[in-house]
């Protein structure tokens, strides 16, 4: 099981920042700094087999109920998978290398996500 405890971008956000003048920089940014963070918290875990393609359960934990599921689930994961690419713990992020992937949500005071990898049937 992998664990991230960088605060995200949801959906939300993405399209707020790249929606403000000199958008590209702006988002640039905060996309840069959040994916060095997750990319540290990465590299701190053991690295998983990946088998191609991968299947992926998110289970994201948090604090209350303001966000829409789909806007959590939507950035963070674009998030997670090209932090993944970054690193070189995936090849791409493409049909090749991601199969299917299942969101879990629930409500907790440690904000979270845990990612279980299951072989893809």
Not at 5 to 16: E, G
Not at 71 to 81: A, D, E, H
Not at 97 to 120: A, C, K, Q, T, Y
């Amino acid at each position: 099981m992998i664990t991230i405890r960088t605060p995200l971008m949801d959906l939300n956000t993405i399209i707020a920042l790249r929606g403000q003048r000199n958008h590209g920089f702006a988002y640039g940014r905060k996309k840069k700094e959040i994916q060095e963070a997750v990319g540290w918290e990465l590299k701190a875990q053991k690295k998983p087999k990946f088998h191609q393609p991968q299947d992926f359960i998110f289970r994201w934990y948090c604090k209350n109920k303001k966000k829409d599921k789909d806007n959590i689930s939507s950035g963070g994961r674009k998030m997670i998978f090209d932090t993944m690419v970054n690193i070189g713990w995936l090849q791409n992020d493409g049909w090749t290398e991601i199969g299917d992937w299942e969101d879990e949500f629930l409500i907790d005071d440690d904000p979270r996500v845990e990612i279980i990898l299951m072989d893809h049937l």
